[in-house]
Nanobody, 125 residues
Protein backbone atom coordinates (compact mmCIF):
# COMPACT_ATOMS: atom_id res chain seq x y z
CA UNK A 1 0.00 0.00 0.00
CA UNK A 2 1.51 3.30 -1.12
CA UNK A 3 1.16 6.31 1.12
CA UNK A 4 2.05 9.94 0.58
CA UNK A 5 2.36 11.80 3.86
CA UNK A 6 2.59 15.59 3.87
CA UNK A 7 3.85 17.79 6.67
CA UNK A 8 4.77 21.40 7.28
CA UNK A 9 1.57 23.30 6.71
CA UNK A 10 0.31 25.96 9.08
CA UNK A 11 -0.48 29.61 9.64
CA UNK A 12 2.01 32.22 8.48
CA UNK A 13 1.97 35.97 8.02
CA UNK A 14 2.10 37.50 4.57
CA UNK A 15 5.65 37.70 3.31
CA UNK A 16 6.77 34.81 5.46
CA UNK A 17 8.20 31.45 4.47
CA UNK A 18 6.96 27.93 4.95
CA UNK A 19 8.34 24.54 4.01
CA UNK A 20 6.28 21.52 3.07
CA UNK A 21 7.46 17.93 2.90
CA UNK A 22 5.95 14.85 1.34
CA UNK A 23 7.29 11.35 1.82
CA UNK A 24 6.17 8.40 -0.27
CA UNK A 25 6.30 4.94 1.25
CA UNK A 26 5.22 1.42 0.40
CA UNK A 27 6.16 -1.14 -2.21
CA UNK A 28 7.44 1.46 -4.66
CA UNK A 29 9.47 0.37 -7.67
CA UNK A 30 10.01 3.77 -9.23
CA UNK A 31 8.68 7.32 -9.17
CA UNK A 32 8.00 9.00 -12.50
CA UNK A 33 7.08 12.42 -11.15
CA UNK A 34 6.38 14.09 -7.85
CA UNK A 35 4.94 17.45 -6.98
CA UNK A 36 2.24 19.57 -5.45
CA UNK A 37 -1.25 20.80 -6.22
CA UNK A 38 -3.34 23.19 -4.19
CA UNK A 39 -7.01 23.90 -3.78
CA UNK A 40 -8.49 27.03 -2.28
CA UNK A 41 -12.10 27.16 -1.05
CA UNK A 42 -14.49 27.44 -3.97
CA UNK A 43 -11.71 26.92 -6.52
CA UNK A 44 -10.50 24.05 -8.63
CA UNK A 45 -7.36 22.16 -7.74
CA UNK A 46 -4.41 23.73 -9.52
CA UNK A 47 -0.90 22.51 -10.26
CA UNK A 48 1.75 24.26 -8.19
CA UNK A 49 4.90 22.39 -9.16
CA UNK A 50 5.89 19.06 -10.68
CA UNK A 51 9.30 17.45 -11.04
CA UNK A 52 10.03 14.66 -13.51
CA UNK A 53 12.45 12.09 -12.20
CA UNK A 54 14.04 11.07 -15.50
CA UNK A 55 15.49 14.48 -16.34
CA UNK A 56 14.88 16.53 -13.22
CA UNK A 57 12.74 18.99 -15.13
CA UNK A 58 10.61 21.09 -12.81
CA UNK A 59 7.46 22.88 -13.91
CA UNK A 60 6.14 25.76 -11.83
CA UNK A 61 2.68 27.24 -12.08
CA UNK A 62 2.65 30.91 -13.10
CA UNK A 63 1.25 32.01 -9.75
CA UNK A 64 4.26 30.67 -7.81
CA UNK A 65 7.19 31.17 -10.17
CA UNK A 66 10.07 32.93 -8.47
CA UNK A 67 8.58 32.42 -4.99
CA UNK A 68 8.30 28.66 -4.52
CA UNK A 69 11.12 26.16 -4.92
CA UNK A 70 10.75 22.40 -5.16
CA UNK A 71 13.43 19.85 -4.38
CA UNK A 72 13.65 16.08 -4.21
CA UNK A 73 15.50 13.57 -2.09
CA UNK A 74 15.43 10.61 -4.45
CA UNK A 75 16.89 8.19 -1.91
CA UNK A 76 14.10 8.96 0.55
CA UNK A 77 11.27 9.23 -2.02
CA UNK A 78 10.60 12.66 -0.59
CA UNK A 79 9.81 16.01 -2.13
CA UNK A 80 10.01 19.40 -0.48
CA UNK A 81 8.39 22.70 -1.32
CA UNK A 82 9.89 25.92 -0.03
CA UNK A 83 7.26 28.66 -0.07
CA UNK A 84 8.60 32.21 0.11
CA UNK A 85 6.99 35.63 -0.13
CA UNK A 86 3.64 34.13 0.75
CA UNK A 87 0.49 36.18 0.25
CA UNK A 88 -3.13 35.53 1.27
CA UNK A 89 -3.90 34.24 -2.24
CA UNK A 90 -1.62 31.27 -1.47
CA UNK A 91 -4.04 30.10 1.22
CA UNK A 92 -5.17 26.62 0.26
CA UNK A 93 -4.91 22.95 1.03
CA UNK A 94 -1.71 21.68 -0.56
CA UNK A 95 -1.76 18.13 -1.88
CA UNK A 96 1.25 16.01 -2.68
CA UNK A 97 1.00 14.01 -5.91
CA UNK A 98 3.18 11.27 -7.29
CA UNK A 99 2.95 9.15 -10.40
CA UNK A 100 4.76 5.97 -9.58
CA UNK A 101 5.04 2.25 -10.15
CA UNK A 102 4.26 0.08 -7.17
CA UNK A 103 3.31 -3.46 -6.28
CA UNK A 104 -0.46 -3.80 -6.53
CA UNK A 105 -2.78 -6.17 -4.72
CA UNK A 106 -2.69 -8.49 -7.72
CA UNK A 107 1.01 -8.99 -7.24
CA UNK A 108 1.95 -7.01 -10.35
CA UNK A 109 3.74 -3.70 -10.60
CA UNK A 110 1.48 -1.02 -12.02
CA UNK A 111 1.84 2.72 -12.64
CA UNK A 112 -0.72 5.02 -11.10
CA UNK A 113 -1.33 8.44 -9.56
CA UNK A 114 -1.24 8.77 -5.79
CA UNK A 115 -2.32 11.63 -3.55
CA UNK A 116 -1.61 12.72 -0.03
CA UNK A 117 -4.41 13.81 2.28
CA UNK A 118 -3.40 17.45 2.06
CA UNK A 119 -1.93 20.02 4.41
CA UNK A 120 -3.50 23.39 5.11
CA UNK A 121 -1.52 26.55 4.40
CA UNK A 122 -3.09 29.75 5.69
CA UNK A 123 -1.52 33.13 5.01
CA UNK A 124 -2.74 36.06 7.06
CA UNK A 125 -2.55 39.63 5.82
Amino acid sequence: QVQLVESGGGLVQAGGPLRLSCAASGSIFSIKSMGWYRQAPGSQRELVVMTTTSDGYTYYGDAVKGRFTASRDYAKNTTYLQLNSLNPEDTAVYYCNARLTALSGSGRYTEDDYWGRGTQVTVSS
